[in-house]
């Protein structure tokens, strides 16, 4: 069983630098990844019914994959040393980022379509990395050490389950700071399994609507909470303030930084009530069924 908990980091100062260091240099070691990819999929896919006679065909260089981008971290950080101050595997992740993003647009999907193109990380657009591996005990009471980092102070606002063991960590930057995602693992723990036969004493059905959030089969109604109509009022006033700094000044960073916080607690707001609602309704019934719209008709549950 694989489960995430996360937690907001406190970084100091000198924290925060080498965080936003390691960032920007795995930006950049991304781009040119990917550029790399896109480079020899232009020079090399060309049908042969298309290509131009009066030019020669260019010879075909070795297609660059996972190992080979990985074996070339070596040369990197022999022209670039500030690489070398970043974990080993934290760079060899972004190599990883780099496979999975490519591929997901050569595949195609269970349906048979494409996902987009993979783009270019634009500056602050590069907002995580993960090591794949860690310490067990990284978490040290309000503390998380963190390889080449060191120990970092994070709000511990509830205890790790027993018996869980930590595959990866991730950091991340969000609008209001730095967290930590721990990736936790228990092998004896299997898939979640309810042997719960659904009667009509011990089954809720619920029915998802526009007017209301949704209406119960005991003709409750949970109202939406319109947060983001709520916030409105502020929303715009702060747009308007972004509005007139000039672009890529001080100011203008402050500013969109405002925004960025607001639309978050609306999200964290969003997510609360939903958790809340998830749980009042398991609270009353051991199962609960959703009333499909387009299947109404049929008289068929979703359980």
């Keep these: 069983m694989r489960t995430a ?6 970084p100091n100062s000198e924290q925060i630098a080498i965080i936003e260091l390691w960032l920007e240099l795995l930006r950049r070691q991304y781009n040119y990844r990917l550029g790399e990819r896109f480079s020899w999929w232009s020079e090399n896919r060309c049908p042969v019914n298309v290509c131009p006679l009066v030019m020669p065909i260019p010879q075909l260089r070795d297609n660059p994959n996972y190992y080979s981008q990985k074996r070339d971290l070596v040369n990197t950080k022999d022209k670039f040393p500030e690489y070398r101050l970043i974990h080993s595997q934290v760079l060899q992740d972004c190599i990883k980022r780099v496979k999975l993003a490519f591929d997901r647009w050569l595949k195609v999907d269970k349906n048979g379509h494409k996902l987009g193109k993979p783009r270019f990380k634009g500056k602050g657009r590069y907002r995580s990395f993960t090591y794949p591996q860690i310490k067990l005990d990284c978490i040290e009471e309000n503390q998380t050490n963190l390889p080449k980092i060191g120990k970092v102070k994070l709000i511990k606002h509830r205890p790790l389950p027993d018996d869980f063991k930590i595959k990866t960590v991730t950091i991340s930057r969000k609008a209001d700071g730095y967290y930590v995602t721990l990736s936790l693992e ?17 089954t809720l059905g619920i029915d998802m609507g526009l007017k209301e959030f949704l209406v ?46 607001q639309h978050k607690k609306i999200a964290d707001k969003r997510k609360d009530f939903h958790f809340k609602t998830a749980n009042e309704l398991l609270s009353k019934a051991d199962v609960i069924a959703h009333v499909d719209a387009e299947r109404r008709a049929g008289g068929k549950l979703k359980y």
Aim: hydrophobic share 30%; net charge positive.
């Design 216 to 261: 119960t089969s005991e003709g409750e109604s949970v109202p939406i909470p319109q947060y983001y109509r709520k916030s409105q009022k502020r929303l715009k006033t702060l747009q308007k303030r972004l509005s007139r700094k000039n672009k890529g000044g001080k100011r203008w960073l402050k500013a969109v930084k405002a925004v960025a916080k």
């Design 186 to 202: 228990e092998k004896s723990v299997t898939a979640l399994t309810f042997n719960v036969e659904p009667t009509l004493k011990n």
């Design 5 to 10: 908990y996360q937690y907001k980091l406190r």
